[in-house]
């Protein structure tokens, strides 16, 4: 019995994954963003190339912006419409009159759009490494090629939460429509607009304005804390050492400009993940949690009666 799971499982995902590859939205939007990310690599190295032997890793810098901004919404797009369609268009009671139990649908479904994520952010990586690289011309050795892994998990961890954002949203909503908007808006508060909105939070909250120095350690330290419930911030911080990268933010720590942690070779591997465990930690549960949201709730509903 469970060998005949496992099968039924790996048979979905393995549609899911072949669906999703061979869509034109998601071919359109895999172009798209990866002529962005090439593009944000391309600039970002050739404004340094001439002035610092960091080239390689600069590239990263605006990089990592791109993708904590616009990439999550790719992860959106591979899990808005997950379930959804399948509750709208009757196929899951067509699926559930074969030897196919629900906790096979969506694990399958779950483990196909976490392979093609896994695929985009390969692509990802790929088009800003290979475009650093050739533009700087620098010799990448272990170490880089080590860091650059990483990030690539970080990455991959990173886009999981938005891609469990939107299946969870497929699984409670019985619309596609609904569940695009409801996407949509979830990126922009998050992604866009999130660090604004803390700091009139925290104005209001604690009557103080950011913009006065010598009056704001408590609008700083609300800021701060409420800024750490953004998944940017946790993928910010171990990355670029920053606190977040969406627009209308404010930081009590210094920014040292083209300064990357996780590619700064005065830091072994173990000096970084004794400062960054908890990010880490973060965005490798938060995408479990959500998974696991829409796991229990696909199971409990009244898929016949919708």
């Known amino acids: ?179 695009l908007i409801y996407g949509i808006c979830t990126w922009l508060v998050l992604c866009v607009i999130y660090s604004a909105i803390v700091v009139m939070i925290a104005s209001a909250v604690t009557g103080q304005s950011p913009m006065y120095l010598n009056n704001n350690d408590e609008v700083l330290d609300l800021n701060e804390q409420l800024t750490k419930l953004s998944p940017v911030y946790h993928y910010a911080k171990p990355v670029q050492d920053q606190p977040g990268l969406t627009t209308g933010g404010v930081s009590r720590g210094k920014i040292v400009k083209n300064t990357l942690k996780l590619f700064d070779n005065r830091y072994t591997l173990i000096q970084w993940l004794e400062e960054y465990w908890e990010n880490i930690l973060v965005l490798t549960v938060t995408p479990l949690i959500l998974l696991i949201m829409s796991y229990i709730s696909f199971l409990r509903q009244d898929i016949n009666g919708e």
């Open 1 to 179: 019995m469970m060998v005949q799971n496992l099968k039924n499982t790996f048979v979905i995902a393995q549609k899911e994954f072949a669906d999703n590859l061979w869509s034109p939205r998601f071919i359109l939007m895999v172009i798209v963003f990866t002529l962005v990310v090439f593009s944000s690599s391309y600039n970002s190295v050739n404004s340094v190339i001439n002035v610092s032997n960091f080239s390689f890793l600069a590239g990263f810098l605006t990089v990592t912006q791109t993708i904590a901004i616009f990439l999550p919404l790719l992860g959106f797009a591979l899990g808005f419409d997950s379930v959804v369609k399948e509750k709208k268009s009757a196929s899951l009671n067509i699926f559930l009159t074969h030897p196919v139990y629900r906790d096979n649908i969506i694990t399958g479904k779950i483990s196909g759009a976490m392979i093609t994520l896994l695929f985009v952010v390969f692509i990802s990586v790929v088009s800003s490494v290979g475009t650093n690289i050739i533009i700087s011309g620098m010799k990448v050795g272990w170490f880089e090629l080590e860091r650059t892994l990483i990030f690539a998990i970080l990455t991959y961890l990173y886009m999981s939460i938005f891609l469990a954002l939107g299946i969870f949203i497929s699984t409670s909503v019985n619309s596609e429509i609904k569940s």
